[in-house]
């Protein structure tokens, strides 16, 4: 076994019986209460889900394996010369748990440079799709093609135990991840650049090699390890990470199931909010005809905003209750190299301002800004200049943290998932039978 293979494999076997125990001994322990507004409004904070991961804390953020992300970019080890940590470093941590060393971070980028040639046949799909197609939909399929390849498919249909099923999971995560910056990048050649591929560099870390690909130069490599970071997980409960959860309970294999996960964030409910606030930044752009607006000014469109019935994009989370964690390490990294932009002084703006609008207007939970508030406006810097491509980029770190999810999910045998439904008729049935209770009581 490689190190971080072998680093695994002992975490699996130190994590087993804690899960065994809890199943065996305190099944029938009471974790979360499931009421109608639950059932009917999409079981929004229903405790039901588990991951070992990462975690949404509504104060700190995101957490990884317990970690703040300000805490990462300080202890992961990163490229000599750069602000951003290797994104190989981030998925040994979140498969291990442990901040890896340099030599384990070597050890793990050998692994995927070994890992990243693409075959054939997925170009030629990718060069099948009309010019019109939308990015997403190709890069779901160019995922879904490779399943031809999936090492858990031919060893479980040759018949293997069942306490192994996370060793050749392991191998085709890593076989995917390693191939993701390839395929992204071979997309937005084809939609945006009149097919003209950049060859990778074996000799480049996940983030240089994708901005390589991508032909932009430093510090966009930054951007990408960046970008992939904070989005690399997010809980389970997301549209994406369950969809990816789900899929694999099935004993799909990572193909199946991170091409089905991609399918989920392209929905706009989830994977769309840095656009409209572009689109957004962009409109007050117009109107101001390029000019910078005053305070006050900028004050009034927001409330123009809220008063017409809409949101401010990129402000609130259904979760958290201070500024996203990942919104602060993009304004830092904006702060240094984008103070200049014409939009970021937008985005500067409206973080001094929006928040106490929304405070005076007193409907939001959180005035704060997340993740989306930024991370459009970055990529545009860079020349990145096509909404629809920004969710491959999501899609390319999210993977990073579901694969992982999905190897824990085997080690620990996770089941099936089937909950059960009910009828309209069988909840309005549980109210009669509760107010009747409440009736006699009284």
Request: aromatic share 10%.
């Amino acid at each position: 076994m490689t190190g971080l293979k072998e680093k695994l494999y002992q975490k699996i076997q130190e994590w087993r019986p804690r899960t065994q125990r809890l199943l065996d001994n305190y099944s029938d322990v009471v974790i979360d209460e499931v009421t109608i507004g639950k059932v009917l409004g999409g079981m929004r904070g229903l405790k039901s889900l588990v991951t070992d991961i990462s975690y949404l804390d509504p104060e700190e953020g995101i957490r990884y394996r317990g970690h703040t992300l300000p805490e990462l970019f300080k202890e992961l080890p990163r490229p000599k010369g750069s602000e951003i940590p290797y994104v190989e470093g981030v998925f040994y941590l979140l498969l291990t748990g442990d901040i890896p060393t340099e030599a384990e971070v070597a050890d793990t980028l050998d692994e995927f440079r070994k890992r990243r040639i693409l075959p054939r046949y997925v170009y030629e799909v990718i060069d099948a799709f009309p010019c019109c197609s939308h990015p997403m939909a190709i890069f779901s399929t160019a995922i879904l093609t490779m399943h031809r390849e999936s090492f858990f498919t031919r060893k479980y249909q040759a018949g293997m135990n069942k306490l192994d099923y996370w060793d050749p999971t392991y191998e085709d995560a890593l076989n995917l991840l390693a191939k993701l910056p390839e395929i992204g990048s071979y997309i937005y050649a084809k939609l945006y650049r009149d097919g003209k591929r950049i060859q990778s560099d074996p000799n480049l870390d996940f983030g240089s090699n994708f901005a390589r690909m991508m032909g932009i130069r430093k510090p966009y490599d930054d951007v990408s390890r960046m970008h992939f970071i904070i989005h690399a997980d997010h809980e389970s409960g997301n549209v994406s990470a369950h969809t990816g959860h789900l899929v694999a309970s099935s004993l799909s294999d990572i193909y199946l199931a991170i091409s089905a996960m991609i399918n989920g964030l392209a929905g706009p409910l989830h994977g769309l909010a840095n656009q409209e606030v572009l689109r957004w930044l962009q409109e007050l752009d117009a109107r101001m005809d390029g000019k910078m607006p005053k305070e006050d000014e900028l004050r009034q469109f927001v409330w123009d905003t809220l008063n017409a019935g809409q949101v401010i994009p990129g402000f609130g989370h259904a979760v958290l209750r201070k500024t996203d964690p990942r919104y602060l390490i993009q304004r830092e990294f904006s702060l240094k190299h984008l103070a200049d932009d014409h939009l970021f002084k937008y985005v500067d703006m409206l973080y001094r301002i929006v928040p106490d609008v929304l405070k005076e207007q007193g409907k939001a939970k959180n005035p704060w800004p997340n993740v989306d508030a930024q991370s459009g406006v970055i990529q545009w810097h860079y020349g990145v200049d096509k909404y629809d491509f920004y969710t491959v980029l999501f899609g390319i770190g999210r993977s990073i943290g579901i694969c992982a999810n999905i190897i824990w999910d085997r080690a620990l045998l996770y089941p099936l998932e089937r909950p059960k439904s009910l009828t309209t008729e069988m909840l309005e049935k549980k109210v009669e039978e509760q107010q009747s209770r409440l009736k006699t009581a009284s």
